[in-house]
Each structure stands twice: as structure tokens, then as C-alpha cells.
């Protein structure tokens, strides 16, 4: 069944619809995140998709510009550059570092190079089934990266491949390659568009589904982690500030008795006699002061006697008031 009085078939006009959905939320999404780079990956791989679809499902159509052989190179040269994608999509989606050479020399190779003999092939001929003939490189291709893929993800588990996070993307990635070593078959033998429509877009959408499950799982262990610091930091800030608050006091308290010790010297007060007026102004009793300073109670009441003669008082509350240890004051009413 076509659409549009085109040679497109309606299996992959739906595709197309489904993917440009999918790549206007990318963008969209994209444009909210600059910085994540998997979005960017995902992008791309819809947009080769859907200039897969458009050109393979209206090419060839004579109503159309452009000569048959034009037409037919376009369209066999969507069919070679989108599966070039696939190794470097998996080598950076995945981080699977033994895909490198494919992802960066691999793919130009065994796929581009084979598409510029497949052209020439075709030009030279004008038999577009001689020019088939060429497919069989990147069939062979095909094996060999599935299998780089195979011993990728191997490396990537230290090969410990029956854990389900590995099996999972040993089966999906060995899914979505089937279409690419399945289509050259499909183009050899002119299979039915709905056909191939079918079977590259389904393998190719298994895969951008596992990387946006692992896109998603990825953003919700940083959400996690993110919630967890900010615990971890709202309890940080609660024992900084009693520690500051711990530390305020003591310094209050240090600069208290400094006040004490200095106001002390205003009146003439001996060493002993400001251990004793500091102890005083503390709260302590004559007989703790004196079990403090290991001497007799009768000799700390000759020294406050001497202490209040000096300072002009008549009591202790008057001598922590003159001293001006105010705190220390209410301590002792």
C-alpha cells in the first residue's frame, strides 16, 4: 500500500511519523540539557533513520528529478551511511572501547569505500545487479563487528557476561545489528520495501530504546546522588554551625576572663588574690576555693577580706559586678 501517490509504503511513511515524533522530543530535550551528549547521539542516529526511510521508500520514482542511476546511488547511500553510525553510536553510547577502530577507520573501509566501487560499478555497467554484487563486503563486515561487539562488551564486564545488565545489551546490540547484515540480502533479492522498512527501523529502535533506558537510569542515580549531598550537606551545615556556636562560647568565655584578669590588675590585685576573686566570681564557696588551691579556708577569707578592700566592695556580688563578670552574676543570685 503507498502513500502520497509515491512509491513509499505505508509501513515506512508510519516509521517516518514515528521517528520525527521521537527526534522533536530529542531536540526539545536536548535544548533543556546542552550539555548531555548522549541526546546529541540519539539525534543523529534518527535523523540518518529518517533519511534512510524518506530516500529508500520515494527512490527510485521517475516523476521525480534526477536520472536513475542518480536516484538509485541516493538511495543505496543512505542504506551504506546509516550503518556506518552504528559502531560509532555503540563505541561512545556504550563506552565500548574495543569499537574504536571500527567507530573511527573500520566503517570507512569496509562501507564507505565499498559504496564509491558499488557507484563506479553502476555508472560503468548501468546493471544495478552487477553493482550488487558489492554488498557482499559489507555483509562480511557485518559478521566482524558483531563480533568486535561480542568481545566489547566482554572487556567492558570484565567478562563477566551473565550478570542482565550485559546480556541485555549483548542481545539488543546483536538485534539491531541483524537488520544491517540482513539488508544487503534484502537489496539483493528486491524484497518488498515494507519488508525492509520493518526490519532495519525495528532493530535500530531497539536499540535508541536500551540507550535511553540506561540515559534515564543514569539520570536518576544523579538525581539520587544529588538529593543525598544535599542531605549530606544540610547536616554538614547543622554541625558547622554548633560548632560555631561551641566555639563562639568559648571565646566569650576567654575573653570574659581576660576582661577579669585585667580589671584585677586595675586594683593592684595580687597573683593569688585574682585566682581567688576569678574562682569567686565563678560561684564557687570560700571552702571549694581553698579545697581548690590546696590551702586553708581561714587564709582565702583573709584574701577576699583583702580583695574587697582593694576593689572597695563590701561582697562578692559587688566584686563580680565591679569586675564586671555580669554573667557570672546572675550565676551566683
Known sequence: MLVFGTQMHIATFLFICIEAIILFYLVIYRMARPDDTATTLNIFLIVLLLIYNITGGLL????LPGSYFVQES???????????YFPYYVFKGFRLEKMKFH????????LV???ILFVLVFFITGDINAAKNILIIPVLYALWVLYAVWRSIRFKYSIQTNNKRSMEEII??????APWVGLPFIAYFNLSQSVEAITTNTGFLLLLALHLKRNIQQIKEEHFRLIESEKNLQSWNERLQEEVGKRTKELEKISAEEKLIKNCKLYSLTNRETQIAQLVCKGLTYKQIAETLFIAERTVTKHAQNIFEKASVNNKLELCKKLENIQ??????
Open 328 to 333: 557570672t552574676l546572675i550565676q551566683i543570685q
Open 172 to 177: 539488543v546490540l546483536f538485534i539491531s545489528l
Open 60 to 63: 527510485p520514482d521517475p516523476d
Open 113 to 115: 569505500v565499498p559504496y
Open 103 to 110: 567507530a573511527l577507520k573500520g566503517v570507512y573501509l569496509f
Open 74 to 84: 541516493i538511495a543505496y547511500g543512505t542504506g551504506f551511511i546509516t550503518p556506518c
